[in-house]
C-alpha cells in the first residue's frame, strides 16, 4: 500500500525547472583555457577579444552567468547587434554553451 501524497504542501511546480547556481570562478577557468593553444577547446584570435571582455565582466562583477549577455568587439550589446556582422560575438550567461557553437560559425543558433 502506498503512502498518500498531500500535494496542498508542494510550494513549487514539479514541472517548473530550478536553476542550478552558476559558479563564476568555474566559467572564468573555462573561458581561460580557450585562449590557451594547447587546449582542445582552443578558440581561434578573432574571439579573443570577446573571450577576455567575458573574462574582465565576469571578475568585476558586471556579468553573473545567470542573465544573458551579448559580447561583441569586447562590449556588451544587443541581441540585434551581436547578431549583425561582419565582427564574431559571443553569448553569456544562461546561453553561454553558445558562446562555443558561435565561435565555430554556429551563430544562427541563437540568431
Known sequence: MEAEIDYSKIKFSPATPIPLPFDVQKRIQELRSYLD???????PEYQHTNIGAAIKLYEEGKIDGMERVYIKDGEIVSREEACKG???SIVEGRGHQLAEKH????WALWC
Open 86 to 88: 561582419p565582427s564574431p
Open 103 to 106: 565561435a565555430y560559425g554556429h
Open 37 to 43: 593553444p594547447n587546449n582542445p577547446n582552443y578558440q
